[in-house]
C-alpha cells in the first residue's frame, strides 16, 4: 500500500497562474479532504469530499476548486494563483466504516510558492 | 463548535527529561481526541488516539495521553526524550462524533526541540 501520495511536491508558481495538485489514496476511504499550513497556524481544511462526485467547502475554500471524479483521487485546482496562496498543502483520507474513529491519514504534502 | 488551544507554541527539553505538551479542547459531545507528529519535510502521522475505551491511551514511541474530561484536557507525555522526538506536534478534536464527515479540528502545534 502507498497509502496517499501527493503530486508534485514542489511547485512554482507566478501570480494569475493556474495549477492542479493530484491526491491518490489506495485505501478505499469515503472521504477524502484538503488542507494547508502555514506556521502558527495549523492546518486548515480547505474543501472535502465525503464519496465520489461530492465535494464541500471547509474553512478556508475561497481562491480554490476541487473535484472528485474517481473514488481513489481528489484534485485541488488553483484558477488564478496569489501570494497568499503560498503553503504546504496536504491531502488527507478517512474511512467512513463504524470503528475508523476519524482517524485521518495524510499524504507527505506539496509546498506551493507563489511569485 | 469544537476547538483546540495547545498551550506553548515552542517547547525544550533536554534528552531524557520529560516531554509534556498540553492541549486543552472544546466540545459540546464527547469527543474523539488525537495526536499527530510532523517531522520536517513530512506528513502528519498518528501517534495516539481517544476514542472513549480507556482514559489513558498509549501510542508509539514511547508517548502516551490521558483524558480528563473535568479538565477538558489531553495532554501527551513521554518520560524520557529522545533526540529523534524532535517534532512539531498537532493535538486534533473530531467536529462530531456519529457525523458523516469525519473530520477533524486541529491546534496551532507545538514544536517540541531536544537538546542533548
Known amino acids: 500500500n502507498a497509502g496517499v501520495t501527493q503530486t508534485p511536491k514542489f511547485r512554482v508558481l507566478k501570480t494569475g497562474q493556474s495549477m492542479t495538485l493530484l491526491c491518490a489514496q489506495d485505501m478505499n476511504h469515503e472521504y477524502m479532504y484538503w488542507y494547508r499550513q502555514d506556521p502558527g497556524m495549523g492546518l486548515r481544511l480547505i474543501h472535502y469530499?465525503?464519496?465520489?462526485?461530492?465535494?464541500a467547502k471547509g474553512e478556508v475554500p475561497d481562491g480554490y476548486n476541487v473535484s472528485r471524479l474517481k473514488k481513489q483521487n481528489f484534485l485541488l485546482g488553483l484558477e488564478s494563483a496569489a501570494p497568499s496562496q503560498t503553503s504546504v498543502y496536504f491531502c488527507?483520507?478517512?474511512?467512513?466504516?463504524?470503528?475508523?474513529?476519524?482517524?485521518?491519514?495524510f499524504g507527505p504534502g506539496t509546498r506551493l510558492t507563489v511569485t | 463548535a469544537q476547538s483546540v488551544t495547545q498551550l506553548g507554541s515552542h517547547v525544550s527539553v533536554s534528552e531524557g527529561a520529560l516531554v509534556l505538551l498540553r492541549c486543552n479542547y472544546s466540545?459540546?459531545?464527547?469527543?474523539?481526541l488525537f495526536w499527530y507528529v510532523q517531522y520536517p519535510n513530512q506528513g502528519l502521522q498518528l501517534l495516539l488516539k481517544y476514542t472513549s475505551a480507556a482514559t489513558l491511551v498509549k501510542g508509539i514511541n514511547g508517548f502516551e495521553a490521558e483524558f480528563k474530561k473535568s479538565e477538558t484536557s489531553f495532554h501527551l507525555t513521554k518520560p524520557s526524550a529522545h533526540m529523534r522526538d524532535a517534532a512539531e506536534y498537532f493535538c486534533?478534536?473530531?467536529?462530531?462524533?456519529?457525523?458523516?464527515?469525519?473530520?477533524?479540528?486541529f491546534g496551532t502545534g507545538t514544536l517540541l526541540a531536544v537538546q542533548p
Open positions: 488527507a483520507s478517512s474511512s467512513s466504516l463504524g470503528g475508523s474513529s476519524y482517524e485521518q491519514y
Open positions: 466540545s459540546s459531545v464527547p469527543p474523539y
Open positions: 469530499s465525503v464519496g465520489e462526485g461530492t465535494t
Open positions: 486534533a478534536v473530531s467536529e462530531a462524533r456519529g457525523g458523516a464527515t469525519n473530520k477533524l479540528i
